[in-house]
């Protein structure tokens, strides 16, 4: 049987912002590594978007070895606290272990973040390793904080180059920061990942837009001899429906950043206010959906999850969807916002919906829904969160003459990840529009050899 | 870290702070702005650049302490920071010679004013000024504006100083005389920054005269810089985010009603943290 990860109660947890799996005892990793086959084909190792040595990493757990197995790890992933928490793994390493074959997998995530733990209890010991960085080689400026970011700056670091990472906002880590909330991954985990990566001898430097504090030309002529762009899939997309602008319409980005980053949900202690009522409505089916539903439940609020498809078609991890539904979210599927209405303050206080059935399958292979008429009904809530996706952040190509786009305003690449413009390399979702955290990684990886082949 | 040089009591309740921020002095333009964090708990800010010094670098702040945030910037002492200052952010403010230009400012948007109304000028305008305030001790920057503007009018509700009414009763009197006169002209820009009913009065004034005009908005900020859509404007139908897209936008095609209830979002948490402050 696969070792199950303790996890906190759900009437408990919708009280806090703790983590909800709370992961793996020694005994119990012990006990699931040692399910591992080290079978030679290792299919896991290929079902990993940055190839994790995972046969090899479950061994060393299996005797004990927990320092050696998170090294072995780290010898490809930068943020394996990170990549253990919120990884899909049954699409991924999960998906193709030959234990599949009898609905078993290795539990490989919840392993690989024991091992990563590890760090949290001795950081000490694996202290300083920005022995590999020579004062003379040369200078690469990476944009954007987020696990790309972290990725390629982390590799080039080890490959022995002088890195600075660039971030707008005021703490590094991009979505792990301000998008995924608390109780999947602590903000002291990301932290903690951030530190390591710092200690490789990359330079941080928050507060810093390029486009406008710095341009990419400034760059160029600061002594940076290649550039690497990863500043993610950060514009909200709306609905563009009637009320989208009253006043508790947020986006989920908007919503997210204000109790993660900002933690409105201490508010005043701290200073970043939230305004929401007590009846909430969040339109989506993705996990970001989900993080805000669940945010919003552990506010004491009453949240219903308005999607236009069936539960089969939701691209949310099917954990957090078991999650969301112990935590008392309401699901109310086949149903597409047509209007929001507002009070004579102009805030929120009704959502107009309309039913839907499932049609021909679409372009992304899902069926489409397809309004039924005369169906419409209003949803008696009083504030609204919209998480339907984010689209590629256009502010840098905007503001940056040549850097070419494709139609989807993602960056355009050439196969060694560089853009239209002469030594700077883009990756993660600003060339494929939102993606997981892992497939940003598995691109930055590959994007850090393309840099060091270029500069070479 | 941002080290505070200075802050000074501009007028009542509005405070000029100088903080040490070469990179950002370095790089700014008019019309655009900063986001301030004035410690780890704070929010994020966003403040006109009222002022800066390439050479000594240098960023200088105006604001009107109307809240929490504001007040405790107020009191803060030359030699403190503030922890965090990102900027500039925003687009500059289109600045080219095209004749007589209109600069007009409504209470503390005086402070963005200036700037705009000194690049209008040194790229080859005649700056007209108009500055308006409630209460002549509201009043800032009357030296300054002075100094460019070829000619300046100053407007209190009150009329406690200079003259009593609204910026528009003087734009209303100047294009009487122009449209008596063979030798002035229209001017052929206006532009405008201040509180939001100052700002529609002067879009509706402009309208009828097709005259071109820019209003700098002030929406609700979080990241500022195009992530969150807290700061959306419709302008001209559409859906626009006040931090990338402007702040300035062509005045005629702005919702002003509902930036106005947009703005009012937070009135009742801003009242819980500003009890916080005086308790």
Known sequence: MREKV???????????FLEVALGYSTEQAQKEASRCLQCKEKPCVKGC??????????KLLKEGKRKEALEKIKEKNNLPAVCGRVCPQEDQCEAVCVLNKKKIPINIGALERYAADYELVRSSELGARSKNIKSNSAKVAVVGSGPAGLTCAADLAKMGY???????????????????????????????????????GVNIETNTLIGRTFTLEELFLQGFKAIFLAVGAGLPQFLGIPGENLSRVYSANEFLARVNLMKANKFPEYATPLSIGETIAVIGGGNVALDCARVSSRLGKVVTLVYRRTEVEMPARAEEVRNAKEEEIIFQFLTQPVKILGDEKGFVKGLECIKMVLGEPDESGRRRPVPVEDSNFVLDVDTVIVAIGQSPNPLLSKVTAGLKTNKDSTVAVDENFMTSIKGVFAGGDIITGADTVISAMGAAKRAARAIDAYIR | MFKVLRNEELAQEVTQITIDAPVIAAKAQAGQFVVVILDEQGERIPLTLADWDKEKGFITLIAQKVGFTTQKLGSIHPGDSVAHLLGPLGHPTEIKKIGEVYCIGGGVGIAEVYPVSRAFKQAGNRVTGIMGARTKNLL???????????????????????????VTDVMRELFEVIEK???????????????????????????????????????????????????????????????????????????????????????????????????
């Open chain 1, 6 to 16: 303790p996890r906190q109660d759900a009437r408990e947890r919708i009280k806090n």
């Open chain 1, 49 to 58: 978007p940055v190839e994790i040595d995972i046969p090899a990493f479950i």
């Open chain 1, 162 to 200: 002088q890195v600075t990472l660039f971030e707008s906002l005021h703490i590094a880590g991009g979505v792990l920061v301000y998008g995924i909330p608390e109780f999947r991954l602590p903000k002291e985990i990301v932290s903690n990942e951030i530190t390591y990566i710092h200690s490789l």
């Open chain 2, 140 to 166: 800032i920057l009357e030296k300054e504006m002075q100094n460019i503007c070829d000619e300046l009018f100053i407007m209190t509700d009150d009329g406690t100083y200079g003259r009593k009414g609204l």
């Open chain 2, 181 to 279: 006169s063979t030798q002035t002209k229209y001017p052929a820009l206006v532009y405008a920054i201040g509180p939001v009913p100052m700002m529609k009065a002067v879009a509706e004034f402009t309208r009828d005269f097709k005259i071109k005009t820019i209003v700098s908005l002030n929406p609700i900020m979080v990241d500022a810089t195009g992530m969150c859509g807290s700061c959306r404007c419709t302008v001209g139908g559409k859906t626009v985010f006040g931090c990338v897209d402007g702040p300035d936008f062509d005045a005629h095609q702005v919702d002003f009603e509902e930036l106005t209830q947009r703005l009012k979002t937070f009135r009742h948490e801003e009242d819980i943290a500003h009890e916080k402050l005086v308790a």
